[in-house]
């Protein structure tokens, strides 16, 4: 009983983590349609700068998590503008190109300033006490990434739900040109939608640094894994990337658990593989044919 | 010459197009041309259906520049474009006399080129051979048909692990061996091209992805393809001569690669190429006219997995050893760039975008000996980043150049090719 207690802790654990970068790809592609696969890059330079003014600088982590957060928003709006923006007529490849080459660049940057070593990023909590009920050992650092998760999910529901911004994110998504014919300026709404993914995505980060290690190899699997996550929920569906996650996350563990430790990572893709050929939108997207 | 009268429409149906579709017509089917300052307007029929009742106006916005200065004869104009008068020259091989001896005089550079070069320049030679049969291969799949992918990196895994394999445990000689690579290879493309039909954008390239990192890891994790450590290359035999000096290799990899692009310039010429063109540009109407979407999707990822994994077994002996680390997802997404750089939807595009990207990727490495930028970046790195960090400025640059491709010369080095001739055709004008 214990051990299913802990996989299922450990998984929900690592599967918020996913479903934060999912998250912070779905905003992205829900309102440019752009598979940005240089989230986990992005989430991984922000870290980066936090465990800089921590360790540099000296400033207590709450201080550097909160500077970070706007480093972050800065980063995903000069991405969007400097790369982007100037794209004409980008078709879907074009798009997947620009952001695998930022992600190049990022992840050459960080290596370039940061080097290769493993770097230990500092936490206030532990990660190895805590609560145990029933046997189950439930770490401050998994309370934490719980309490971090949902708040930051709950804020971003109801920001898409209630908020005028959300909306027009929305209304942006679902016509460009009707968007912009009522009035809403479409390229900032667009450069405020890759800022708020860059600052989900680096709490994401700065919540997988502590558990794994700091490099500029960290997020790699991560944003894979957040990407998964998010194509099994469906791309454009905001509970189908957290739910997709999470799901991810406790069949990845309990695999691992149960069948093989050694391709627990390969796993998550077969799933992936499997659920696409079943429903080739995701799990919670209802099936879209574009027409002629 | 072309006289500049007046040519009546007699059926009045008169559209106008856009210019860059001037590129297929001939100035054979162009009746009159009128020029004035502001606009050109010409009238001419059209090379398909050569009817001389359906003439269409272009009405020129970028390329008038170009094409049509008043006073410009239209011939030469003409002479510009790419013509193609009938349909046997659209399956020619090579195009015009003078291609085909650009061709002949490339090939005996080819074969004189080990007499004047060292060891190490073959061998730079011979990645740049074995990149530009991925990129030939990544091309039909992502230039050609219009997918994604960004697993090739396991097809290139597959292809050296395999012939190796074949060769260690099977005994299989390599003449052998590396065309049982290209295949076992084309299978698992098959295989997850069968997904792939029911996939796109986005989708697709995760569901791709994941194959590339699956096959990375069964392979770093098994004990049958020696884990971690990887393998060693057994002596590359070819009957009972030993092939050992770079010389040889490179022989053997440039024969296979010359023999690899001209099957991709034949394939893509033939009916299935048109096909996979068609299933590009719009896959509802290839089928509407008759393709057969399932079997031309996962045969283009066989095609392109076959070209992968036959150059994934030469890499096995170029580089005498495999492991499985080498095969990650920069190297997929490196694969792409040569693709992107070179230009999508050509194969001599291809092999300049390798040639570019391998010749860079090994410069960029020791960019601390280049005689300026050299001190200059490290001058850069001490102040605000770090030394030994020096050599990541290659994916900088690779990324730099993927994103300068697709915003500025979409068509990439192909494209910049293709406006230079046309540029020094119409020359004087």
Redesign the interface.
Known sequence: MSLVGDLIIGGLSIGACYALVALAMVIIYKTSEVPNFAQGEMAMISTFVAYTMMESYGLGFWTSGALTLLFALGLGAVLEISFLRPAKNPTILSLIVITLGAEMILYGLAGWRWGAMQLPFAVPFSEYSGISPGGVMITEMNMWTFAVSIVLMAFLFLFFRFTTLGTAMKAVQQNPFAAKAMGIPTRRILTFTWALSSVTGAVAGMLIAPVSTLDPNMMLDPMLKGFAAAVLGGMTSLPGAAIGGYLLGLIENFFGGYVSLEFKSVVAFGVIVVILCVRPSGLFVRHYVKKV | MLSQRKYQSQSGDERPCDLSYLQEWNPRHINCLTISRRKSIIHARHPWTDSADCPAIFQGTYHERLFFEPGVPLAIAGAAMDMKRDYYEDVELFRSKTVLAATILFLGALVAFPFFVGGYTLYVVNLIAIHAIVAIGLNIL?GYT?Q?SLGHAGFFAIGAYSCVLLMVKAGFPFVVALPAAGFISALFGFLLGL?SL??????L???T???G??VT??IS?SEFTGGHMGLEAPPLAIGSYVVDTDVGRYAIIILTAILLTIAAINLLKTRVGRAFVAIRD?E??AEAMGINLSWYKTLSFAVSAFYTGIAGGLMAFALQHVSAGSFN??LS?TF??MV?VGG?GSVMGSILGAALLTYLQIKLQVIQEVPVIGALLMEV?KR???P???P????????????AI??FE?LGMNGIYLRMKRYWKSWPF
């Open positions: 992502v219009g994604i997904p029911r996939l796109e954008g986005p989708y390239a995760i569901a992805l994941g194959f990192m699956a890891q069964i994790h719009s509802i109407a997802l920069i997404i792409l760039a992107i999508l790195s605000y980043f770090s030994e960090g020096l990541n400025i290659q994916s900088i640059v690779f990324g730099a150049i993927m994103i697709v915003i979409p």
